[in-house]
Nanobody, 124 residues
């Protein structure tokens, strides 16, 4: 079955950086768009950033442009979330997700598979 396993979360000071990884198995990774979402306490889950299957298109939540980026390694079936200049409001559980798409454009919804999440806490 499809498994998405996130890693790399933890506690970081404001202004710091963190790189999350998501290892995928049970699917043909190169056919899936990948996305990162997050959910802060008391808030709804929100789209953070996505990447198309070829890795040549990305889409970042507008408020995160310049701080968050995404990349993927199709040879390793892994997608990464690079977070810089972290702020306390970035504290959340971060989820990796996958959706089967053959379009160039990245999608922000309709993801089929989800990881269990990894906690990111940014201290002030």
């Amino acid at each position: 079955q499809v498994q998405l396993v996130e890693s790399g979360g933890g506690l970081v000071q404001a202004g710091g950086s963190l790189k999350l990884s998501c290892a995928a198995s049970g699917l043909t990774f190169r056919n899936f768009h990948m996305g990162w979402f997050r959910q802060a306490p008391g808030k709804e889950r929100e789209f953070v950033v996505g990447i198309n299957r070829g890795g040549d298109r990305t889409d970042v939540k507008e408020s995160l442009v310049g701080r968050f980026t995404i990349s993927r390694d199709n040879a390793k079936n892994t997608v990464y979330l690079h977070m810089n200049s972290l702020k306390p409001e970035d504290t959340a559980v971060y989820y990796c997700a996958a959706v089967l798409r053959f379009t160039l454009a990245v999608v922000r919804s309709g993801y089929d598979y989800w990881g269990q999440g990894t906690q990111v806490t940014v201290s002030s």
